[in-house]
Nanobody
């Protein structure tokens, strides 16, 4: 019915940059909050960044000043620009979106995950 498809992960050296993209598609009436989680092996999943429908953003403290999230409401796509990457940023990153479907169901959707590895 609805899905989120992520792209942009990969291997990057410390100090490098990556840009993640996540596009929502399907029987969508409207998209509300969008954002990003990450999970490293053996650690809990944490909320990295979120952006509401008006463009207001919030960030996990360790990524403030380095990561920027944005969205394109015309195509229901959310982005995560990651600069000055550190090894501790290595994780599988998952996008999410709270959406209302054309059947008027409100649900939380998740991307398939994209692996970010920061290593020399």
């Amino acid at each position: 019915q609805v899905q989120l498809v992520e792209s942009g992960g990969g291997l990057v050296q410390p100090g490098g940059s990556l840009r993640l993209s996540c596009a929502a598609s399907g029987s969508i009436l409207s998209v509300h909050a969008m954002g990003w989680y990450r999970q490293a092996p053996g650690k809990q999943r944490e909320l990295v960044a979120t952006i509401n429908s008006e463009g207001s953003t919030k960030y996990l403290e360790p990524v403030k000043g380095r990561f920027t999230t944005s969205r394109n409401n015309a195509n229901n796509t959310v982005y995560l620009q990651m600069n000055s990457l550190k090894p501790e940023d290595s994780a599988v990153y998952y996008c999410y979106a709270k959406m209302t479907t054309t059947r008027l169901n409100t649900l939380d959707a998740w991307g398939q995950g994209t692996l970010v590895t920061v290593s020399a």
